[in-house]
């Protein structure tokens, strides 16, 4: 289906104006989440830590993700790039697609800074063992892996539409 170049300029008003929306209420949504959910792994691990404790965490340690998202739009921007590629990650050497390429696309250096993060603040904060903490880490990053693979796996199946 071709589209003029104003409908075309219009649908990417409308799919900017559409994050833009949907990341404005996403986001605060997303942080309580996970908040709730390291807050339940600090009570399990018998840890005084409070929800806002949890909270303010995680809406630190995810200032690495924001940064990396921006630092990553500006420079495709500036290069005129392939925007769903994150520049700092794996795959923009690679160049894989599909489950691969999503993978490989969450291995990327703002990623891995984080979970540093998130393992430092859930021993700080959380007052969990290291190789506890680092465990939760890991298990949290695994899962990160396999959302990619499956969203990777639906990706190719639009051909068929």
Known sequence: MEMSPEELEMAKT??????????????????????LIFWGIS????SDATFK???????????????????????TMAIDGDPFIMLTSVNS???????????????EVFTIWYYILLTMGLVIVG?????????IT????????????IGGAFEGMTQFY
Do not use: C, E, H, R
Request: glycine share 8%; net charge positive.
């Open 53 to 75: 404790q949890m909270l303010s965490f995680t809406i630190f340690s995810s200032f690495i993700t924001i940064i990396g998202q921006i630092f990553n739009l500006l420079i």
């Open 14 to 35: 409308f799919g900017i104006a559409g994050a833009a929306v949907v990341g404005f209420f996403v986001t605060p949504i997303t942080y309580l989440i996970i908040a």
């Open 43 to 46: 009570k399990i691990a018998k």
């Open 93 to 107: 050497f690679v160049g894989a697609d599909g489950i691969l390429g999503a993978v490989l696309s969450t291995i």
């Open 127 to 135: 007052k969990l063992s290291k190789p506890a903490a680092t465990i």
């Open 138 to 149: 890991i298990v949290f990053f695994i899962l990160q892996l396999l959302f990619a693979a």
